[in-house]
């Protein structure tokens, strides 16, 4: 039985409170925590990340994996302000995003788009660490263009406190193609003061394996994707018992909630082809019957294609 903190990745559209509350409900304990996905600070507006509040008011989040918050963004107040709201309604820590590789995020030099320019990240970490109430912790890549990048930022996030790092050894151009660079993560271990939380490409129990042996000084390891292509991937981590059908029964319970939300019917159709489209991974179908589910066009239509496949994979 492993201790090693596993954390749930942010991921906009599908990890949001929906997910994580039905994760919950069928996998409990499996992840320790969850970072939500991002409240961004865009064009500086305190609003347009307080819209997205509901994610992580503590109300909607008390039976669900425990979630820390997550700020994309580099306006100093505004960060402060909202870092400091969150702490009012109960945050101890908030994450800063400086790894998002979205184009037109990065090229407004937020997400890892600042990490070219280790002068404006100091300025942001000058600017909100002594202004801040909660702890900060941080989610980054490598660099954006280059993987040498992470060597100038080093040394400015060693000088501040700060609760962990998390990597994910890739550059922002790269996206999430190419394979993710553990040599140079190797590298740049040793010169981090931080604890650093490790995150990318684990799909299986043995990939997790792998990375704690290669990297035994990490301190925790963050799962996205392998989530969802595989739900029970965290409790087998986690050498949790789990009932044989887990994964459909994760999907019938994950498309039941979705049900329940009130909004057009579109929107479900939407919000359950998002996850559809990772989450058919851990079913039984091939890809062409995936598909189908993809094609249909009604909600009625979508959940009978699905519950034919999570039916057929319970026999
Ligand atoms: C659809 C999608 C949305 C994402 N949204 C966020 C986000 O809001 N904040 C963030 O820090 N990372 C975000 N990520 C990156 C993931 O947190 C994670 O770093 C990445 O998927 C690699 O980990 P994995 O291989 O375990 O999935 C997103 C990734 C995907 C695929």
């Not at 997205?52 to 994309?72: C, E, G, M, R, Y």
């Not at 009012?88 to 995020?105: A, F, L, Q, S, T």
């Not at 604890?195 to 996205?224: C, E, K, S, W």
């Not at 239509?301 to 319970?314: D, M, N, P, S, Y």
Request: aromatic share 8%; with cysteine.
């Amino acid at each position: 039985m492993t201790t090693m903190p596993l954390i749930l990745a942010p991921m906009q559209g599908l990890t949001e409170r929906l997910f994580r509350h039905t994760f919950h409900q069928c996998f409990n304990g499996a992840f320790d925590y969850a970072i939500s996905p991002f409240l961004s600070l865009t064009h500086g507006n305190l609003n347009d990340a307080w819209d997205k509040i509901d994610d992580v008011l503590p109300a909607h989040n008390t039976d669900s994996i425990p979630v820390v918050p997550q700020i994309l963004g580099k306006e100093t107040d505004e960060f402060v302000a909202l870092a400091n709201r969150l702490y009012d309604i109960g945050y101890h820590e908030v994450n800063w995003n400086i790894g998002c590789p979205m184009r037109r995020v990065a090229g407004k030099h937020r997400g890892s788009g600042i990490l070219p320019y280790p002068n404006e990240v100091q300025a942001v970490l000058d600017g909100i660490i002594p202004k801040i109430k909660p702890a900060l912790s941080i989610k980054m890549r490598l660099g954006y263009y280059d993987d040498a990048e992470i060597s100038k930022i080093i040394p400015i996030l060693n000088q501040y406190p700060i609760a962990n790092i998390t990597i994910h050894p890739r550059t922002g151009k790269q996206q999430y193609g190419g394979s993710v660079n553990l040599d140079r993560l190797a590298e740049i271990l040793p010169d981090i003061k931080h604890p650093v939380i490790y995150n990318g490409d684990i799909r299986t129990v043995d990939q997790y394996h792998a990375v704690l042996h290669r990297f035994p000084q990490i301190a925790g390891v963050m799962i996205g994707r392998g989530a969802l292509y595989n739900p029970t991937l965290p409790s087998q981590i986690k050498s949790k018992t789990y009932h044989d059908n887990a994964s459909s029964l994760f999907i019938d319970q994950l498309i039941a909630n979705i049900m329940n939300l009130p909004i057009p019917d579109q929107g479900k159709i939407r919000k359950i082809k998002e996850y559809w489209c990772l989450l058919w991974q851990s079913t039984k179908a091939t890809e062409a019957q995936s598909k189908i589910v993809l094609r249909s066009a009604t909600l009625d239509e979508v959940t009978t294609a699905i519950k034919k496949i999570t039916t057929f994979a319970a026999n």
